[in-house]
């Protein structure tokens, strides 16, 4: 049997006391794509960071191409032929997408010593190309999609003639036929003898993906089988310990009530136009769309984020000319964003400040807010939402990324709104705490409350949704329900391919 490319044995790291890998045992072999699964907090970061040279673990053996290593930083792992794309993209947002591409490799130079931008922007388009991109390399980088983003930060590792690639939920920004187009890159990839280690909460991917599944449960490798031996229903009781389901699936009402949101030929230039819909009390509906097709700005334009250019809107029966989120949130109209940690969270502040936030105006007397009702009521909230965390002195950014969603859910939800606006409401979380988001998401509609769920995640949108809007370049291209909401019909919707006749 060939050597693997990486043995990870008996590895182990503590935080203050806390186990967050317990001795770990792991093989990759070069040419296979291993999936890694966990809950949030199963300690898949912790790996990562370890392989990438973050965190040097505090005993254990790891073995790099048939050699001891020990990596003390990003740049020794990188050096070493293992290159990483976390989750939160790492980039300089005010420069080119070429200098991102070669930011931190010798620059091209003229003889005079001065940078050669000529050859600069030669050599990021070569990288670029062997991932089918064709992103100009001089716009800048701050500028891109979130899917760009994406494929560039992938184009950057390759360039670096990385032997393994480490993935942290590549496709959580990605449309469907991105998705295919990076699976159809890694699959190449693969071919040519790169290792990859694929980390995902999605499981379709896992299992459309990789050659074997590790999963990880409260820091300990639990099981690891090949791909083919596996499907979601064993994932996931591995992964949490017991079957859960993995949608909850919405239980549709006999009839909807009166409309709480109306929204009558809505336009915002540049970002989307002529949008007509209704979402009334105790209705789920989905809004999806490829990325860039305008449903996160309908989003913001409702919650008063952006102003209309043209169109009419009603909320509550009543004409509502959004004027900002304030005006919103006394209007009884709430948004989750899509992006929580970078629209959402100050991670550094206590979980308290991030869940009282959303009514502290009700606890205020004389300006001052009293602490006492604080505390009571956000220790209250911390158990209606199943956030776990020691205590609301607890900065919200250690919590987990559901715990984290959980809270900002609690921050709205605590204030009784009669429209709830969601975006992306469980990007990036574990199937435990996504089973208990679609489950509030339920409970929402049948206590009468109007909902737009805006996701990208086509189970999601299908499995929770009453009806479903379907955008296609700014514009709305077919409303979906009954027999004729199927995947393959918002796949089509979705690409400005459906026939509504």
Not at 84 to 104: D, F, K, P, R
Not at 198 to 210: A, C, F, K, N, P
Request: charged share 20%; net charge neutral.
């Amino acid at each position: 049997m060939p050597t693997p490319l990486l043995r990870l044995e008996a590895v182990e790291k503590s935080f203050a006391g806390v186990r967050a890998l317990k001795p770990l045992r792991l093989e990759l072999a070069a040419g296979e794509v291993l999936g890694l699964v966990g809950e949030n907090g199963a300690g898949k970061s912790t790996l990562i960071k370890i392989l990438s040279g973050v965190h040097t673990p505090d005993a254990g053996r790891i073995t790099w191409q048939g050699t001891p290593v020990r990596f003390g930083s990003p740049h020794d792992a990188l050096a070493a032929g293992i290159a990483t794309i976390h989750q939160e993209l790492t980039y300089c947002a005010h420069l080119s997408v070429a200098e991102n591409i070669l930011l931190g490799e010798p620059w091209p130079r003229h003889w005079w010593r001065g940078i050669d931008w000529r050859r600069l922007h030669a050599e990021a388009a070569e990288h670029l190309a062997r991932f089918d991109l064709t992103i100009p390399t001089n716009k800048v980088f701050g500028e891109l999609s979130s899917a760009q983003k994406q494929e560039v930060a992938i184009a950057r590792a390759l360039s670096r003639q990385a032997k393994l690639l480490i993935l942290d939920e590549p496709t959580a920004s990605l449309s469907e036929p991105e998705v295919a187009r990076l699976f159809s890159h890694l699959q190449r990839l693969r071919q040519q003898g790169v290792a990859i280690l694929y980390v995902s909460h999605r499981l379709d991917e896992i299992l459309g993906l990789t050659d074997r599944v590790a999963v990880l449960r409260d820091g300990e490798c639990v099981s690891a089988y090949a791909t083919r031996e596996a499907d979601v229903n064993r994932l996931v009781k591995d992964m949490v310990g017991r079957p859960i389901d993995q949608v909850c699936p919405h239980s549709r009402p006999d009839q909807s009530g009166p409309a709480l949101l109306e929204l009558a030929g809505a336009t915002r230039n540049g970002m989307f136009a002529d949008i007509s819909f209704t979402v009334r009390a105790g209705e789920i509906v989905g809004l999806a769309g490829l990325v860039g097709a305008g449903r996160s700005e309908l989003g913001r334009a409702i919650y008063g984020l952006y102003p209309l250019s043209g169109g009419a809107m009603r909320l509550g029966g009543r004409p509502w000319q959004p004027r900002g989120p304030h005006a919103a949130l006394q209007a009884g109209l709430v948004y989750l964003p899509e992006e929580r940690k970078r629209q959402a969270l100050v991670p550094d502040h206590p979980l308290r400040d991030s869940i009282s936030i959303g009514f502290s105006d009700q606890l205020t007397r004389c300006g001052w807010i009293r602490s006492d009702q604080e505390n009571a009521r956000v220790r209250t909230a911390m158990t209606t939402y199943g956030i776990a965390a020691t205590g609301p002195a607890q900065p919200i950014g250690t919590l987990s990324g559901g715990n984290q969603q959980k809270a900002l859910l609690a921050r709205w939800l605590d204030r009784d709104p009669q429209v709830i606006i969601l975006d992306e409401p469980t990007r990036g979380v574990d199937v435990g705490a996504k089973a208990e988001i679609h489950a509030m998401i339920d409970r929402l509609a049948g206590r009468g409350k109007a909902v737009l769920l805006i996701s990208s995640d086509l189970p999601e949108v299908l499995g929770m949704s009453d009806r479903v809007l379907v955008m296609h370049r700014g514009h709305l291209s077919a409303e979906l329900g009954g027999p004729a909401l199927t995947q393959e019909n918002v796949i089509l919707a979705a690409s400005g391919l459906y026939d509504v006749h």
